[in-house]
């Protein structure tokens, strides 16, 4: 099995392991198919985190309007981020795979960035962009995707490197968006 | 978190950039011009604002301003494309008829290249597209990876009468441009030699290569060559997505090519690019109605998918720039928006300014979402002498750099100084486009142009990078600057369009008629001299399809 090797690279090795590890398909899939692993993580993860949202609604009524645009944000993940990702890698354009993968660690970042502080979504918006970080970090490994020069091209990135990820900084939300061409 | 509105979101929406009516576009494709009419195709999701599900967009124009979306040209309904219909470029054949060869990703997702052409050439729209049924064409050679072979050429001819294209791809980490002849478009033969490849530079992408007179203003056909003549080898970097050029010599004979400077070749750091923001996947085509050579460019979002979502659209095309040969330094491309855009020009107001050190001044044209700016500075001849000759003044001309040393705030002895775009009135949010002069260790000027867009919003969900590179100012040129600003793109040409700066930007309260343009001078000593036009810009009115919309521009 390559899940080893692959999760090294990556900036969490237990986390990526125990997310690939706990899927059947984990033990015999290559690189992509690790990727396509932990990006049904971050649908279940966006479900999930939908779900508690919706819960939160009645709970936390006072939260609505940050509850509401917590949705919107975790729609996007389901609806936008998690095809276009499993899209591009099906097709051999990982690119914008990694587009839509990064994308899911900051709507979730804008989600919690909504609660001034006191979030009740803190764990489940940290696991989003641990998950976020990691699958990013596989796309580099093996080079689905070449790695990138994220930091020397985009200076002015809050960037907290590991690996040879750019990672999501809560405090100062900036990711890279690139598109690539074909 | 920052919370959008859709009053926000809906005024990023272009008014004279090229952009669908919905959805997701990336790259432009088989640019031409045909019986009276600029056709442009582009790579298109008809489902979705984000990337996927790609077919061939588009799109008529008589001016390469003013457009009528037309229906979907290519689907994705065969094997070998089956995956989608990517990126091609087309050829004119001596009688007239058009060839495009596009890359297709077959149904299991490799990549190939496919032939297709109009079904009806007497049809100016082209509308219908035939598919050759002999496809695909070429596939990845061996030794070259099943998803590493995109994005085929125009073609050219030989001096054996051949047709000759060359397609990007990688050999490692080496970035590599394949070369293959062709008498029928059907059958090719793969050279054994490359156009070119530098070490390093991974994967090409939608490599461009065509001819540039030495002398001459005017573009070439792209099989032009002599003595006259240079090439260009660009390519769109897989690993960085920057678009990277260079001058060279072109080899008929075995159809390889060389730069004229091998320290600044295609993809190195230091290489030339055609844009130093947001600006990917370009593509040239020569246009015979008007003798020059256009540039096409993708330029994507800069804010989160979920504001994509929300504004159910994601990405434009730059206004297309007409390409040359700097003749003055012969050194670099100067590009240029197309003549065509003058005619969205409405209102305008002159200004002749001199700013002193630490000044802002507003300049009062009214709304200023839509505007072009054309500016010429001059720094004060006294200021210049005494930084020159000032031991003290640092030398920080090798140092310096847009990316990396603090923006617009920083100040400097002759810098920075320029306009702020986009901008409220109070300043907090703001673009500011501007020069940056600094001294060199041999007491010589280096001039630096940049647009700062890390103020550009207050929201937190926005990519804000600071853009920008050297200029080449030769001696006795004034600095000059031109600004396109049409809401969420600002386009800059500095020094007549030496060193280009795309930025996307999305402010939240310097919109609509809050949007207003200010003049700045950061410098520290430099008293600055600015003498600008700024003119007020129509929409361009894109149409949807319709056989009145066709007219109406027909008649134009």
Known sequence: ?182 | AFEWNNSMLSWQRTAFHFQPEQNWMNDPNGPLFYKGWYHFFYQYNPNAAVWGDIVWGHAVSRDLIHWVHLPIAMVADQWYDSNGVWTGSATFLPDGSIVMLYTGSTDKAVQVQNLAYPEDPNDPLLLKWVKFPGNPVLVPPPGILPKDFRDPTTAWKTSEGKWRITIGSKLNKTGISLVYDTIDFKTYEKLDTLLHRVPNTGMWECVDFYPVSKTAGNGLDTSVNGPDVKHIVKASMDDTRFDHYAVGTYFDSNGTWIPDDPTIDVGMTASLRYDYGKFYASKSFYDQNKGRRVLWSWIGESDSEASDVQKGWSSLQGIPRTVVLDTKTGKNLVQWPVEEIKSLRLSSKQFDLEVGPGSVVPVDVGSAAQLDIEAEFEINKESLDKIIGNASVVAEAEEFSCEKSGGSTVRGALGPFGFSVLATESLSEQTPVYFYVAKGKDSELKTFFCTDTSRSSVANDVVKPIYGSVVPVLKGEKLTMRILVDHSIVEAFGQGGRTCITSRVYPTTAIYGAAKLFLFNNALDATVTASFTVWQMNSAFIHPYSDEAVRALSRT
Do not use: H
């Not at chain 1, 949202?53 to 609505?64: A, F, Q, V, W």
């Not at chain 1, 839509?100 to 660690?105: E, S």
């Not at chain 1, 070449?146 to 091209?153: D, H, V």
């Not at chain 1, 200076?155 to 900036?174: E, F, H, R, T, Y």
């Open chain 1, 1 to 182: 099995s390559i899940i080893e090797p692959t999760c090294k690279e990556t900036p969490d090795f237990n986390l990526c392991v125990s997310l690939l590890n706990s899927d059947p398909r984990g033990s015999s899939a290559d690189t992509s198919g690790l990727a396509l692993i932990l990006i049904d993580k971050i649908k279940g993860l966006a479900t999930k985190t939908l779900n508690e949202i919706n819960g939160l609604y009645k709970k936390r009524p006072e939260l609505k309007r940050a509850l509401d645009e917590c949705s919107r944000r975790y729609k996007t993940i389901l609806n936008a981020d998690v095809p276009e990702a499993i899209e591009a890698i099906s097709k051999g354009v990982p690119k914008f795979g990694e587009d839509g993968v990064i994308d899911a660690g900051v709507e979730a970042s804008v989600c919690q960035g909504g609660f001034n502080g006191s979030s009740p979504l803190t764990s489940l918006t940290k696991s989003m962009q641990k998950i976020s970080n990691v699958t990013r970090a596989i796309f580099y490994s093996n080079s689905i995707v070449k790695e990138e020069a994220c930091g020397s091209s985009w200076p002015s990135l809050a960037l907290n490197i590991d690996s040879k990820a750019c990672v999501v900084s809560l405090q100062n939300i900036q990711f890279n968006r690139g598109r690539t061409c074909w």
